[in-house]
């Protein structure tokens, strides 16, 4: 395949994305100044951390099949079905749950079929070891030479894209906050900020574990911990795609203040924390916070 088709700048991203003041009381009255990093107007179709991830991945796929894994709801595999559509190369989705295969699509899996992608249901209890060698190779039997990029986009790679977002950001905010999942948009956006700035990762799924992503990550990245960032666990509203009333009415309620649709998986539980935060006084008076917003709903 030609090497212009990986010219991502042809897609025409919104690059640097937008950073818009939000007037909010409840950031006001305790001296906190909040913004909207809009990384989800950077492309209509590969939002977000989705661009900043999936670029450089693309760019060394170069054309080759992308193999990728998610869950039935993934906006990695929307946003790599995509890719391969506007881009014009093969994608394989290998999805979470065997028990999906014999089901109607839901829409979200639907628009990866209708982008092309090929998707292969995997029983949960495989699809936990889909890092293993064997599982790996078992796959690639099947679809042949691919390229094999993480759950959400999460690699080295991934990592190192999301740094331009950090850089977007030195001097525009004290604190940078971005909710997580797999760990890579906050291992490049701390290594991509200022000194004396810091990002707050929220991560939206129970376990525990994403400290030790975020550094593994970073590790491989950039050859160890990288800028300064910590997690604040109590925001997943029990766990990824746990997303109940007062969440939504939350969201209803920022939609109608700021006119910013809000995305209720990822974006409305980041809003949500720094909403509470400022209210514990977790920002001193004269704190600029920059939320970045990473997805549309």
């Known amino acids: 395949m030609p090497s212009e088709v990986f010219d991502l700048s042809r897609l025409w991203p919104v690059l640097p994305s937008p950073l818009q003041p939000a007037e909010d009381e409840r950031f006001a009255r305790h001296g906190v100044r909040l ?36 869950g039935a709801y993934s906006n990695h595999l929307r946003a790599t079905a995509a890719a391969g559509r506007l881009l014009g190369f093969p994608t394989v989705g290998v999805v979470r749950g065997d028990e999906l295969a014999d089901r109607p699509l839901n829409p979200s899996l639907a628009r990866c079929a209708a982008d092309g992608m090929t998707l292969h249901f ?17 796959l690639l039997s099947t679809y042949g030479e691919c390229c094999v990029i993480p759950e959400g986009g999460s690699n080295a790679a991934a990592a190192q894209g999301c740094t331009e977002l950090g850089h977007e950001l030195r001097g525009r905010a004290d604190v940078v906050a971005v909710a997580c999942g797999t760990g890579g948009t906050l291992a490049g956006l701390a290594a991509g900020l200022a000194p004396g700035q810091r990002a707050l990762g929220v991560p939206v799924l129970r376990g525990g574990f994403l400290g030790d992503t975020v550094r593994e990550l970073q590790q491989e990245a950039f050859g160890g911990v990288a800028g300064s960032w910590s997690l604040d666990e109590r925001f997943h509203f029990g766990g990824y795609a746990r997303t ?6 939350f969201a209803d309620d920022f939609e109608q203040r700021h006119g910013l649709p809000v995305e209720r998986l990822y974006v409305a539980k980041l809003l949500y924390a720094l909403t509470t935060l400022t209210e514990e006084g977790a920002f001193p008076a004269g704190t600029t916070v920059a939320a970045v917003v990473t997805g549309r709903p």
């Open 35 to 70: 913004l909207l990093k809009r990384d989800d107007l950077i492309h209509p179709d590969l939002p977000g951390n989705k661009w900043r991830k999936l670029s450089p991945n693309l760019r060394a796929a170069a054309g080759r099949t992308v193999l990728t894994f998610g």
């Open 122 to 138: 995997m029983d949960r209890r495989t699809y936990r070891a889909k890092a293993d060698p064997e599982v790996l190779a078992g």
């Open 244 to 249: 109940p009333p007062p969440l939504h009415a």
